[in-house]
């Protein structure tokens, strides 16, 4: 295979690649499985590059099965992935790059496993899930009530396996794919039925701005393959930005767009979920806290539709549904106070949802994380307006806390820590009974911690500890 200018639009499929002389960037598990996956179906494929941002540990070329492989990192990476016919990408390394727009511009091809593994399968009997918040809950319901229909389901993307990795298994009846903006960037295929959970500022520093994060996270309606668009009907910019969208403009034609959260489908009626007004389940019946989990569970319903997928009787199916951790998780309930985890919740709108869960019972909140700009405006008046007390952690903790005093929130509602160990003694002492300590910290955490995973995990000992 020899891929040259421009070839890089073309839906490359994994088998194809037998024979290529093959670039990596990046590392983590889509790379693990792209690279095991290379060396046992396509031998005479060659990891020739591998590039990093940083020297990787010494053991990296024995991970991607690539001994004979060329590391790089810095000044050199461009020349040396210019070398190969094909760069396969974490998806954390950003398409916006230079040196991505230069390898691109010298026609090779750049590409990610899960877009690889999409283009050799086709999108058909996919949903793939995508959104800002939800998504991971979103996909692992649509699996769960795929299996209690009778089907056979696949869980793969962000959530499950790497996407590769479902070569080695047979063709489920359903596969469940949760994409990041990350992976639709650059997606060359996508899934039969494409959801959206909803749509608001984030990574804005990978795509470059907000408006290319939105622009790239809807290229998923507009690509081929896609036959249903399954949107959030409650997300009026999102619900905008789908109507004047290009995804009509397709050489195969306009996709079909289906509504959830709207009282025509599927949507959140008194906390729990109703078809067409008719309530269906009550919020003490659903396994997931919170009016944005109720939601998330009607998209999953919807997708299913779309794929002409008999629903299982609700809400008997939903019986044994695990909520996933550092997502509104009850790591502990002691003296009267629930301990809760909502790590992932990176940004103020998921912060301002995991606050709804609660309505109505005290709340001492710990937030802030790594800056990436957020406006706290509307998250610092509904702090001031409740009954919450803010602990703000760095590094945007202050900022936070300045939002909610603008809005009215008092000095003693309003306290400043400096990392979690002061952030989680403060909250016990505050706490009375009734009330919920909860982790939402409206930003990420690569400031201080490894990820939104290690920071939760930081947040559950020490509540364990203290």
């Known amino acids: 295979m020899r891929c040259r200018r421009r070839c890089w639009r073309m839906c490359v499929r994994f088998s194809e690649l037998d024979g290529a002389r093959i670039g990596v960037w990046g590392a983590g598990r889509e790379i693990a499985s792209f690279a095991d996956q290379l060396a046992r179906r396509l031998p005479a494929a060659r990891i020739v590059v591998a590039a990093f941002d940083a020297q990787p540990p010494s053991d990296v070329l024995d991970t991607l099965r690539a001994p004979a492989a060329r590391v790089v990192s810095g000044a050199d990476v461009v020349a040396a992935l210019a070398e190969c016919e094909v760069v396969v990408r974490s998806p954390g390394v950003s398409i916006h790059r230079p040196e991505m727009l230069a390898l691109r511009e010298a026609g090779v091809l750049v590409t990610t496993a899960t877009s690889l593994w999409l283009c050799e399968r086709g999108g058909g009997g996919v949903i793939g899930v995508t959104g800002t918040k939800g998504k991971s809950t979103t996909a692992a319901l ?223 909140l710990i937030g802030g994380g790594q800056d990436r700009g957020q406006d706290y405006a509307q998250l610092g008046a509904a702090l001031a307006a409740g009954a919450t007390t803010v602990i703000g952690v760095p590094s945007t903790g202050a900022r936070l806390l300045a939002a909610a005093r603008d809005a009215g929130a008092p000095d003693a509602r309003a306290l400043a820590a400096a990392d979690m160990l002061e952030a989680v003694t403060l909250a016990r002492e505050l706490a009375r009974p009734g009330a919920v300590v ?29």
């Open 438 to 466: 909860l982790l939402s910290p409206a930003a990420p955490s690569y400031d201080h911690y490894r990820d939104f995973e290690q920071r939760g995990e930081r947040f559950g000992e020490l509540a364990a500890r203290l």
């Open 142 to 364: 649509v699996s769960h009530l795929a299996r209690a229909a009778g089907k056979t389901a696949q869980l793969a993307g962000n959530i499950g396996v790497p996407a590769l990795d479902l070569l080695d298994a047979e063709r489920a009846q359903v596969t469940v794919v949760e994409l990041s903006s990350f992976h639709i960037a650059d997606l060359q295929m996508g899934p039969e039925v494409a959801l959206v959970t909803n749509l608001f500022r984030e990574h804005a520093d990978w795509h470059g701005s907000e408006e290319t994060y939105r622009a790239e996270k809807l290229r998923i309606l507009g690509l081929a393959g896609v036959r249903v668009g399954v949107i959030n009907a409650r997300d009026a910019q999102l619900m905008g930005d789908v109507a004047a969208s290009a995804a009509g403009a397709r050489p195969e034609g306009p996709i079909e767009t289906r509504v959830f959260g709207a009282p025509a489908g599927w949507d959140v009626l008194d906390g729990g979920i109703a078809l067409a007004g008719a309530l269906v389940a009550t919020g003490s019946e659903l396994p997931l806290r919170g009016e944005h989990n109720a939601l998330n569970l009607c998209g999953a319903l919807t997708a299913l539709e779309a794929l002409a997928v008999a629903l299982p009787p609700l809400p008997a199916s939903l019986s044994g549904f695990a909520p996933l951790s550092h997502r509104l998780e009850l790591v502990l309930e002691r003296d009267g106070v629930l301990w809760v985890n909502d790590s992932i919740s990176t940004t103020p709108e998921s912060t301002l949802a995991a606050l709804a869960s609660f309505r109505g019972r005290e709340i001492v």
